[in-house]
Nanobody, 115 residues
């Protein structure tokens, strides 16, 4: 069974940076694409970035040029470097697989961008 643990969120001022981490348990990690999702209050969860098993990345338009996703297959970790943060980036951030039925969701990590 795959378990997901997100961390690294917090309160940051507009223009600031955060680095999120996602720890993935289980032996399937290296073969699956992994994404970072976010859910703002009153909104649906959206996929903001994903990375394939061989490192190909993709971003939603609203975060292109500001967010960078990366992975360390040896450590079973996925990261999301978020720069130039905006108030509209405020949400709970989750990691999970993409292009298939999701694994059980983790607790997420809250990111709040506010002055």
């Amino acid at each position: 069974q795959v378990q997901l643990v997100e961390s690294g969120g917090g309160l940051v001022q507009p223009g600031g940076s955060l680095r999120l981490s996602c720890a993935v348990s289980g032996s399937v990690f290296s073969i699956h694409p992994i994404g970072w999702y976010r859910q703002a209050p009153g909104k649906q969860r959206e996929l903001v970035a994903h990375i394939t098993s061989d490192g190909i990345t993709n971003y939603t338009d609203s975060v292109k040029g500001r967010f960078t996703i990366s992975r360390d297959n040896g450590k079973k970790m996925v990261y999301l470097q978020m720069n130039s943060l905006k108030p509209e980036d405020t949400a709970v951030y989750y990691c999970n697989t993409v292009f298939r039925a999701p694994w059980a969701w983790g607790q997420g990590t809250q990111v709040t961008v506010s002055s």
